[in-house]
């Protein structure tokens, strides 16, 4: 089994930056793609990005581009968003996830993973 563990969400202004970490244990984090997933308030659970075992591939939705940078320390078993030039849209309940399965698959369906955080609120204000 895996468990994931979210952290890092907050209120921020907009313009302002936040990191979020998602400390994973159980099963074998190096060799499993990662993703974040968001809900912004009334909406359905959508992609953000994704990023390969090795940390070499990533993957974004179009909104985050340029903005939000997905990493991860195979050492630490710990996955990261950095998310710079916040905007109020980008308000939503932040989760990690995995479908915990070997090899490098971009799955932006949230129906494809197996294995979810609790989620961390992330607001942010005009």
């Known amino acids: 089994q895996v468990q994931l563990v979210e952290s890092g969400g907050g209120l921020v202004q907009a313009g302002g930056s936040l990191r979020l970490s998602c400390a994973a244990s159980g099963g074998t984090f190096s060799r499993y793609t990662m993703s974040w997933f968001r809900q912004p308030p009334g909406k359905e659970r959508e992609f953000v990005a994704t990023i390969s075992g090795s940390g070499g591939t990533t993957i974004y939705t179009d909104s985050v581009k340029g903005r939000f940078t997905i990493s991860r320390d195979n050492a630490k078993n710990t996955l990261y968003l950095q998310m710079d030039s916040l905007k109020p849209e980008d308000t939503a309940v932040y989760y990690c996830?995995?479908?915990?399965?070997?090899?490098?698959?971009?799955?932006?369906?949230?129906?494809?993973?197996?294995?979810w955080g609790q989620g961390t609120q992330v607001t942010v204000s005009s």
């Open positions: 996830a995995t479908r915990a399965s070997l090899g490098f698959r971009i799955d932006r369906s949230a129906s494809e993973y197996n294995y």
